[in-house]
């Protein structure tokens, strides 16, 4: 059963990377972040955030627009980041290990379109978009299973 979405409006990139953060703290092995959301709508920003709030050093967390995919080592195991834009089809996804890495990392997906049916079902969706009265401001739409998500959710919505 999905779980009603949850919306939440960012007015600045630093409260969108905030909202990442937060997001970073309930995450587990094996939770799926699908990132949708026009270029330009904040999907990396978040993304960077959420993976640098997890490590124990910071470093550098460049888009994995080129490389397809880049992995790290953080407190909570892997976490895999996929940029699949570049990506024309289905082959070429399941060339990347992504199924493999759902089952056993974190795993960020921007342009999750391009998984198909590979997309797992039990993955948290988040979609960005830009606030048209704001263009410094976000509005992220979460959608997830309640089996997982609900309490995440829950959450979020009582912000």
Not at 33 to 43: Q, W
Not at 60 to 89: C, F, K, M, N
Not at 134 to 144: H, K, P, Q, S, T
Request: hydrophobic fraction near 40%; charged fraction near 30%.
């Amino acid at each position: 059963m999905t779980r009603p979405p949850v919306t939440i409006r960012t007015g600045s990139p630093e409260e969108t990377a905030a909202l990442a953060c937060r997001l970073a703290g309930r995450l587990r092995a094996g939770d799926v972040l699908l990132l949708e959301g026009d270029i330009g709508a904040g999907k990396t920003h978040f993304a960077r955030h959420l993976i640098r709030s997890l490590m124990d050093r910071p470093e550098d967390v460049p888009s994995p627009t080129y490389t397809l995919v880049q992995v790290y080592d953080t407190r909570l195991g892997e976490i895999w980041h996929a940029d699949l834009y570049r990506l024309t089809s289905l082959d070429e996804t399941e060339e990347l290990g992504l199924v493999e890495a759902f089952a056993s990392a974190i795993t960020l997906v921007e342009w999750p379109d391009r998984l198909g049916p590979t997309a797992p079902a039990g993955a948290l969706r988040l979609i960005f978009e830009a606030d048209a009265e704001d263009e410094n401001a976000r509005l992220i739409r979460f959608c997830g299973p309640a089996e997982r998500w609900g309490e995440v959710l829950e959450a979020f919505a009582d912000d």
